[in-house]
């Protein structure tokens, strides 16, 4: 069975510029969370979604905003880069009991 | 809010040298769980413990529960350099989200 994927590995962009990221669940798990993992920290959690809906959030701008499609992919978008918005943002997919997150390789977004 | 907070930030060991590292919560925890992300990967999943005084063993490794809930912790014993990487620990949070600790760094050198 296919893991998480995640879509593009690497992006650089420039200041005030908007990226999208893409995110494909494990076949079956339909719930999706964003996390942001800056250099020398753990995954910060940014937004979880099960069934479309937006179960949580976290504290973070509201220039950071996701979405999940019918077939449970995600998006998570970001509008006006910050160079503080540089990291790594993984996507974890989970069964809908509290459990292990299976997270994909990760996003590696460089702003300059 | 809970916050997870794990000690020490680093280990350095010779190889076959014995590494723990602690997590502690600030909140009582419904269960706890243990990832291992070597450099340039992804954080992977090791284990949940949900249990108060729960222990559990995978080979080298083994993860303890406090009996408050608050606290936890992993041994390696005996490192290989193949276990390099940062270990997380991670409460719940709301949802089926977690809160990461900022992890310890284990450098395993020959």
């Known amino acids: 069975d296919a893991g998480v994927t995640q879509s593009p590995t690497h992006l650089i962009k420039t200041r005030g510029q908007h990226v999208t990221l893409r995110c494909s669940p494990i076949s079956g798990h339909k719930s999706v969370s964003w996390y942001q993992q800056v250099l020398g920290q753990g995954p910060q959690f940014i937004f979880q979604?099960?069934?479309?809906?937006?179960?949580g959030r976290g504290n973070f701008p509201d220039r950071f905003s996701a979405r999940q499609f019918p077939n449970y992919s995600s998006e998570l978008n970001v509008n006006a880069l910050l160079l503080g918005d540089s990291a790594l943002y993984l996507c974890a997919s989970s069964q809908p009991d509290p459990g292990q997150q299976f997270f994909g390789p990760g996003t590696r977004l460089t702003v300059l | 809010g809970q916050q997870v907070m794990q000690i020490p930030q680093y280990q350095h060991v010779q190889e076959g040298e014995d590494f723990t590292t602690y997590c502690n919560s600030s909140t009582t925890l419904s269960n706890i769980q243990w990832y291992k992300q070597r450099p340039g990967g992804h954080p992977v999943f090791l284990i949940q413990?949900?249990?108060?005084?729960e222990v559990k063993k995978q080979k080298r490794l083994t993860f303890q529960f406090g009996e408050a809930k608050k606290n936890s912790s992993l041994h390696i014993t005996a490192t290989q350099t193949t276990d390099v990487g940062t270990y997380f620990c991670a409460g719940p949070r709301s949802g089926y989200a977690l809160n990461f600790g900022k992890g310890t760094s284990l450098l395993v050198t020959p």
């Open positions: 413990l949900v249990k108060s005084g």
């Open positions: 979604y099960y069934e479309k809906e937006e179960r």
